[in-house]
């Protein structure tokens, strides 16, 4: 069951669950692919002290060209929590670490993937609470489903929301989305079914009334006449 704590109390579990991998004192990389100064950075200071900047090319690299699943596990904790503090500003490094992490995480060690599931659930009420985001909502979506974790909850607490920037992060969706052209996974109907429902159009209608700005007011109203577009075409 997918619960929505605070991100500090998700992040820190995170750390105290793998804080049994140490820094590995031998160094395992590819002296074609990955540069001498690029294994320092990750190294110079302490891992929670670490930066975006300092562990992007890790992001990358880590378990083809760079270190072992170890290592991975002991950067994990400092790249999420700069994932969803939004210091990571390609979205594209971001969906790659969090797919390496999908290839792994359900062979690890119960407190380990008890911990990311929290991380997960303290993120999302973050990510809603601030438009826009580097790595946006249907990135968080979508990473989700990879890990094979349900987004029904997650489309529920959405609902919950009656904050503006949740409601921009849900026009931007219906803005982006082409409906059925991303892919045919179930995660992605249950997201296309949910977007086509009332509460979507509830919260567009309602965000649109009490917009701050003009263009915000603009934004959200075009998105909903978007979706009475696709639901018209939709009818016999």
């Known amino acids: 069951m997918i619960g929505f704590p605070d991100l ?21 990389y590819c002296e ?12 110079a200071r302490p891992l929670r002290l670490l930066t975006a900047d300092d562990l992007h090319p890790l992001m990358w690299k880590a378990l083809g060209t760079w270190g ?9 904790p400092r790249v999420l929590e700069l994932i969803a503090d939004d210091e990571v500003h390609e979205e594209a490094v971001a969906s790659i670490f969090l797919g390496k992490v999908a290839l792994l995480w359900r062979a690890w060690p119960d ?3 008890a911990a990311i599931e929290t ?14 985001r580097e790595f946006s909502a249907f990135s968080f979506l979508e990473s989700n489903a990879e890990l094979s974790v349900p987004i029904k909850p997650y489309l529920a607490h959405w609902e919950t929301r009656e904050d503006e920037a949740a409601a921009r992060h ?14 045919d996974a179930a995660w992605f ?4 079914h949910w977007v086509e429902g009332s509460a979507v159009t509830r ?34």
Do not use: M
């Open 68 to 76: 072992d699943e170890a290592e991975l596990k002991h950067f994990l």
């Open 189 to 192: 109907a249950t997201l296309e």
């Open 170 to 183: 849900l026009a931007w969706l219906v803005a982006d989305l082409w409906f059925g052209a991303f892919t």
């Open 8 to 28: 500090g109390e998700g992040t820190e579990r995170l750390y105290s669950a793998f804080a049994r991998y140490p820094l590995p004192t031998e160094l395992d």
């Open 111 to 113: 407190d380990e993937r």
């Open 119 to 132: 991380f997960l659930g303290a993120w999302w009420p973050t990510t809603l609470s601030e438009f826009p």
């Open 32 to 43: 074609h692919c990955v540069t001498p100064g690029e294994v320092a950075a990750t190294r």
């Open 203 to 236: 919260l567009l209608n309602a965000a649109a009334s009490t917009a701050s700005t003009p263009d915000a007011a603009v934004e959200l109203s075009r998105a909903r006449e978007l979706l009475d577009q696709c639901q018209t075409a939709e009818e016999p």
